[in-house]
């Protein structure tokens, strides 16, 4: 086995997005995995449990020959279809397992013998991770960070759609970033999330790209954990503060946390499901600001939330959601931001309305085109 091809540039697997089969067991995919890769496992959970308790009690030679009876006979011809068919679509996808050993080995080596020859990744799925750890790591130290910031509901995200250099940390974790900002389909785990992270940074900076926009976030999106040296090193960048005035905010947030995430609820879990849904992930999102609001201020802001989900199911119209949202911007989020901006008063580089600031990150980066200014 140890004549097969190894697969060992981990680069250039990432930059040219090549097909990877992972035949680790379906936990361990579930825990994290790679963009471009498809679970075709080796073992099942329960066969892999079974093979490493084996290993523990009676050694390796006992744990590889139950591991051989497990996948053999029509299991094995099974696989073997599920690989082979996957190679058919897709000739140059690598192999590999957790460490590049034994499961990677044994699937090679079949493969071989059925007459298909495909590298393995040599230290597999580990030796990838670690470098894709290490990619983002050396970006956090080595590039340009500026920070994009603004009080809530300024439209900072759809502000990075016309910024060349921008990272949308927010997509990648697919939540909006704050109490309101839980999107249907639920998030990615956290390794998957610093994984499609990594291999954006490793792609853009090998097109020489070195200034990159962030937009202002806490350590946490939703449940995904910004890695901390990019954490810190957003915590040192300075800032271009966007001024926009609060009944534009309000609009903005009724149209992006109201009206399309409404619409958002439906499609993705059809109109019976989708309407209870969404009133109950909005009432979450209210209740989970009740510490910080009080209990007056909460009984409040929901009562009015509430006179507004029972307008919206009755009219369709969500006008009404701009009373609460007005009121929580008052109250909540705008003296929450102006303490925070003023403890970073020294870190401001430009501020501006929108097109201000757009025009700014234009003049700041050689591979800006003109591009028309957002409308939200």
């Given at each position: 086995m140890?004549?097969?091809?190894?697969?060992?540039?981990?680069?250039?697997?990432?930059?040219?997005?090549?097909?990877?089969?992972?035949l680790r067991a379906p936990?361990?995919?579930?825990?994290?995995?790679?963009?471009?890769?498809?679970?075709?496992p080796l073992m099942t959970d329960e066969e892999r449990a079974r093979v490493g308790t084996c290993y523990k009690q009676e050694g390796q030679a006992a744990a590889i020959a139950l591991g051989h009876q497990l996948v053999g006979g029509a299991v094995r011809d099974a696989r073997m279809e599920g690989w082979l068919a996957r190679l058919r679509q897709q000739p140059d996808a690598l192999l590999y397992c957790f460490r590049g050993g034994l499961r990677s080995q044994t699937v090679q080596q079949w493969l071989a013998e059925a007459g298909i020859t495909r590298p393995r990744v040599a230290g597999g799925y580990k030796a990838l991770r670690h470098f894709l750890i290490d990619t983002q790591a050396k970006a956090s130290a080595e590039?340009?960070?500026?920070?994009?910031?603004?009080?809530?509901?300024?439209?900072?995200?759809?502000?990075?759609a016309h910024i060349t250099q921008a990272v949308d940390l927010e997509g990648h974790a697919r939540h909006r970033g704050s109490s309101f900002g839980q999107l249907p389909g639920g998030q990615p785990g956290n390794i998957d999330f610093e994984n499609r992270l990594a291999i954006e940074l490793l792609q853009r900076r090998n097109r020489?790209?070195?200034?990159?926009?962030?937009?202002?976030?806490?350590?946490?999106?939703?449940?995904?954990?910004?890695?901390?040296?990019?954490?810190?090193?957003?915590?040192?960048?300075?800032?271009?503060v966007v001024e926009v005035p609060q009944e534009a905010r309000a609009e903005q947030i009724r149209t992006d946390y109201v009206q399309d995430l409404w619409l958002r609820y439906l499609e993705f879990h059809g109109p019976d499901a989708g309407w209870p849904l969404f009133a109950g992930y909005l009432t979450d999102a209210m209740a989970r600001?009740?510490?910080?609001?009080?209990?007056?201020?909460?009984?409040?802001?929901?009562?009015?939330?509430?006179?507004?989900?029972?307008?919206?199911?009755?009219?369709?119209?969500?006008?009404?959601?701009l009373v609460w949202i007005r009121l929580l911007l008052t109250r909540y989020y705008d003296p929450m931001y102006r303490y925070q901006l003023d403890n970073k008063r020294e870190r401001i580089l430009f501020r501006g309305a929108k097109e201000a600031c757009l025009a700014f990150f234009a003049k700041r980066s050689p591979l800006q085109t003109p591009q028309e200014s957002p409308t939200c």
């Open positions: 140890s004549t097969l091809p190894l697969a060992t540039d981990y680069a250039r697997i990432f930059l040219d997005e090549v097909p990877l089969i992972d936990v361990e995919f579930k825990e994290g995995a790679f963009p471009t890769a498809v679970s075709l590039c340009d960070w500026t920070v994009l910031t603004g009080m809530t509901g300024s439209g900072k995200t759809h502000m990075l020489g790209e070195s200034q990159f926009v962030l937009e202002d976030e806490s350590r946490l999106i939703g449940r995904c954990a910004l890695p901390l040296n990019l954490y810190e090193a957003m915590c040192r960048a300075p800032l271009v600001l009740k510490r910080r609001l009080g209990d007056k201020d909460y009984r409040e802001l929901d009562g009015l939330l509430q006179a507004a989900l029972r307008e919206q199911a009755q009219s369709g119209d969500t006008r009404a959601h």
